[in-house]
């Protein structure tokens, strides 16, 4: 910890993070009891600005929490009328039908959302029984208490001067203490990765594992437009590079989001998962859809895709993990936030108990068997196979033996029992001279843009006189290790363009940054790591 002088402040339960999971917490908490004291720490300058996701939502996890939503306003207004699955060759596409998928595949009753729409609405619910939410609030540190437990953060620290020195506008930020602390922080949070680290929480559990999730909001042409259909297409152009797919859905006022995921583990370095997205939208299918409409959005952003057997324990001297922390994504359903909500409001129900019994600073032993056992676990379990398969096996055998193995754990039981992920997405990346370079189409200006260009489409701005938030362990690695082995890989898998090599010089332009988390992930050396820029900076995305 700093030697830094702080003000601190003293709360029952501080929360990091106001995504579902962290105000699914916050409202729970309050339902328990109205007088016990909440605070909710956003970085994003206002609540939703850093929240992406797909998302087609299944509301079983609002239900839980807040059962009259639907009387409350909760912005699901879009009910899925129509499922499609489609498998892609570069000229057509073959219509999978749905009758052979296993139920938990069916997205009736699910709504197309707009995540950060979705947490806003939930922070108006937070507030007003009562819990403090500051937006702009980066946490930056941990607290311990002298036990080794977690005992707060320091969150709101600004004016540090790019060499880390205090500028004359510096500003300390404070140290706020909490009975227990939850981090919800999103995919590989950087206060997270501390806490698992510290405390080994991953030490009986697989390699978390990961995919990049890119998006665009566009405004299609009304005679296009099919509210509440939602497709999912897999193969071109990925084919035998990586693992991956789309999703497009139709919500309301004529908008589709459109968006491409890559799963993380690709071997050939040169692929280029922002282009692969790009030259999707060229697809025949997807470019008559876009033809004549306008992109109005963009962003980007990491997913946890190890699910039941990637998650580290929960649970930590002084808190717990929540959500994306953990790694709650349903990789074939592509849905995570209803796991998160489930996640939240079970952690505050463990925390109000142990604040009841006199209790802080502790392990709460009964949130991670909760999460085992529980809906969250029974969700995860019965997919847990098929993300390793298709890393093993390619698309074609997961899509048989995968769908196989969800149709028999729905039953009960599974014959091939938990199959291992192995190596971790950094160490799947191969060496450069194995693997041929990959020639991209130049984007057309139309369908699709370049990378500099999209990121303006995402409003993200940083303080250019602040310390990178991206550090680099060793400075020389870049160019005297991965550039000759590697090719630089993050040159290309970065979606914002933050990363350039020029003149043999390895250039980190931070101000781009999209907070996708990609480099933490895929880096091959393990040599960057994302750190949380002062609070208020990054994306702003309207309605993603």
Sequence with gaps: MSDIERESMEYDVVIVGAGPAGLSAAIRLKQLDQEINVVVLEKGSEVGAHILSGAVLDPVGLDALIPDWK??????????????????GEAGQVRIPNFPMPPLMNNHGNYIVSMGNVCRWMAEQAEEMGVEIFPGMACSELIYGV?????????????????????DAYEPGMELHGKYVFLGEGVRGSLSKQVIEKYALDANAEPQKYGLGMKEIWEIDPALHNEGSVTHTMGWPLGKNAGGGSFVYHLENNQVYVGFVVHLNYKNPHLYPYMEFQRFKHHPMIAKLLEGGK???????????????????????????????????????????HNAMLSGKAAAEHAFAAIREGRSGDKLEG????????????????????????????????????????????????????????????????LAANFAPIDYPKPDGKLSFD?????????????????????????????????????????????????????????????NCIHCKACDIKDPSQNIVWTTPQGGDGPNYPNM
């Design 71 to 88: 009387a409350k306003g909760a912005p699901l207004t879009v009910p899925v009328r129509e499922d499609n699955f489609y498998m892609l």
């Design 147 to 167: 036990n080794g437990e977690i005992k707060g953060v320091v969150a709101g620290e600004f004016g540090l001067n790019a060499d880390g020195t205090q500028s």
């Design 295 to 337: 992109r109005v959005a963009y962003g980007a952003r990491a997913i946890t895709e190890g699910g039941y057997q990637s998650m580290p324990d929960a649970a930590f001297p002084g808190g717990a993990l929540l959500g994306c922390s953990v790694g709650l994504v349903n990789v074939p359903r592509i849905k995570g936030n």
């Design 367 to 430: 949130y991670m068997a909760e999460l085992k056992e529980g809906a969250i676990g029974q969700d995860l379990k019965k997919v847990r196979n098929v993300k390793p398969l298709w890393s093993k096996h390619g698309l074609m055998t997961s899509l048989t033996l995968g769908g196989f193995d969800m149709w028999t754990n729905t039953l009960g039981f599974s014959l091939l029992g938990t199959v291992s992920h192995g190596k971790n997405d950094a160490e799947s990346t191969g």
């Design 451 to 511: 990378r500099l260009t999209n990121v303006s489409f995402s409003m993200t701005n940083h303080e250019e006189s602040q310390p990178a938030h991206l550090k680099l362990k060793d400075a020389s690695i870049p160019i005297s290790v991965n550039l000759p082995k590697y090719a630089e890989p993050a040159q290309r898998y970065c979606p914002a363009g933050v990363y350039e090599v020029v003149d043999e010089q390895f250039v980190i332009n931070f101000q």
